[in-house]
């Protein structure tokens, strides 16, 4: 194993410059990129807690997120619509995400009318849980006001 020492030692010494100069040459590179995009180049992420609630027979009304329709006496099965509404004081450059902490087995989300998350076309027997969800949202589909 002794033996072994000096060969190990040798390939070290041979690779060390090498190294040394990609490491700065990495460095510069890194130096030379331009800086990232300023904090406030988009709108602030939002946490929306609020929506507006319809389901058929019933009178629109707000309601709090997430909302459980089972603790509001509504039972767990039928359609109703959430329409959540809020402004940006610009329309984003980088992609966003709407994360749902509850978000039903069948459903459709659609963002200035584009679906963007969908189930609907679930078989109607297959009823799940509500499941928290992470949905991407294109900056082209979020626009200013």
């Known amino acids: 194993m002794d033996a072994a020492w000096p060969r190990w030692r040798g390939l070290a010494q041979r690779f060390a410059r090498p190294l040394r100069t990609l490491a700065a040459l990495l460095l510069a590179a890194l130096a030379a990129a331009p800086a990232p995009a300023p904090a406030d180049e988009d709108p602030v992420p939002m946490t929306l807690d609020q929506a ?84 991407d949202l294109p900056p082209a589909l979020l626009r200013a006001g």
């Open 52 to 135: 507006r609630f319809e389901r058929a027979g019933s009178v629109p009304r707000t309601v709090a997120l997430p909302h459980t329709w089972a603790l509001d006496g509504l039972g767990g099965a039928g359609r109703g619509r959430y329409r959540i509404d809020f402004e940006l004081a610009r329309a984003p450059t980088r992609p966003w995400a709407l994360v749902a902490e509850r978000l039903g087995s069948r459903h459709a989300l659609r963002l200035n009318g584009a679906l963007v998350h969908g189930t609907l076309d679930a078989s109607p027997e297959v009823r799940g849980v509500p499941v928290p969800a992470l949905v």
